[in-house]
């Protein structure tokens, strides 16, 4: 197995009784890339971090975590690695300093680092002023951050990161984007689980989808929009007189048109753009405006699972 990978998983297989919920799993993630991991609820997401951090043993295939196994070495695997789950456990009872300090000293944190690191990730994600309240006084939101801080407290060279913008505003969401960004500039490997489709494409290098314990695609978002069949959509803007001949002119390609004003959208791959141009021409349409859309992750998702999608 390569050790230069962050994570190399060969035939991965985790049972529930007589019940494959793994089954097969192939995964390669390099060092220092950011790599989403997409499948509904109930796909084998949580499943797979639990193996991947040595909290379920496999039960068949080969599995390497920063050139260790996680059966073997558990505890050296999750020294270096931090996990935010979705539903973050915290005790109420303590404050968000308190709660760090304690992990803190969990993760081996070298003393004279401690309270630096701990104002830092306090800082990081705007914590400094409710840092001596009680959790059980934090709305959803202040939760989600403060499990973030206690994700990265320890510096982790791989994150796991489940749902990160899960409950959080606008703002606070496009701060962990800019995270994750910095994560991946500081060289560290990000395992982003989400059902954020919009978030995926804009931060992932290469994107797996799971169903039901088995990966169905994997890549890089341009690549799973070849391979997956997933159209995107052209959008072209005609004379207003005209949106009605435009209509038909479109609709004669075999797809459907969707009219908004003067702009029409029909979903179609790059290639059949020329003839969609051609159909409009020949029925003297004015065309003043042709933008072809590539296929969007979203796209892919649909395409791969046929039926709608809930974020």
Do not use: W
Request: glycine share 10%.
């Amino acid at each position: 197995m390569d050790t230069g990978l962050a994570i190399d998983a060969r035939g991965v297989g985790f049972q529930f009784g007589t019940d494959f919920a793994i089954r097969g799993l192939d995964l390669r993630v390099a060092r220092g890339e950011v790599f989403g991991f997409l499948g509904h609820n109930g796909a084998g997401k949580t499943t797979t971090v639990r193996l991947l951090n040595g909290l379920l043993p496999p039960s068949s295939g080969e599995l390497k975590v920063l050139g260790l196994s996680p059966v073997a070495d558990g505890d050296r695997v999750r020294a270096r690695t931090g996990v935010l789950t979705e539903l973050p456990s915290l005790d109420d009872r303590l404050s968000a300093r308190e709660t760090l300090a304690d992990f803190a000293e969990l993760y081996a944190v070298p003393r004279e680092s401690v309270v630096a690191r701990i104002e830092s990730v306090l800082s990081t994600f705007g914590l400094k002023d409710q840092a001596d309240l009680r959790i059980a006084k934090f709305s959803k939101g202040m939760r989600q951050r403060l499990a973030l801080c206690r994700a990265l407290l320890h510096e982790p060279e791989l994150v796991f990161l489940d749902e990160p913008t899960s409950g959080l505003d606008p703002v606070s969401a496009h701060e962990v984007h800019g995270l994750v960004r910095g994560l991946r500039e500081a060289g560290r490997t990000v395992f982003l689980c989400t059902h954020n489709l919009v978030e995926a494409q804009r931060l992932c290098d290469r994107i797996a989808v799971i169903d039901h314990g088995k990966i169905i695609a994997s890549g890089t978002p341009a690549e799973l929009a070849r391979n997956s069949g997933a159209t995107g959509s052209v959008e072209v803007e005609v004379d207003p007189a005209q949106v009605d001949a435009a209509r038909a002119a479109l609709a004669s390609l075999g797809s459907p048109v969707e009219v908004q004003g003067a702009v029409l959208r029909v979903p179609l791959v790059r290639e059949s753009v020329p003839a969609a141009v051609q159909a409009l021409a020949a029925a003297g349409v004015r065309v003043y405006r042709v933008n072809p859309g590539e296929a969007t992750l979203e796209d892919v998702y649909l395409s791969l699972y046929g039926r709608g999608l809930t974020p």
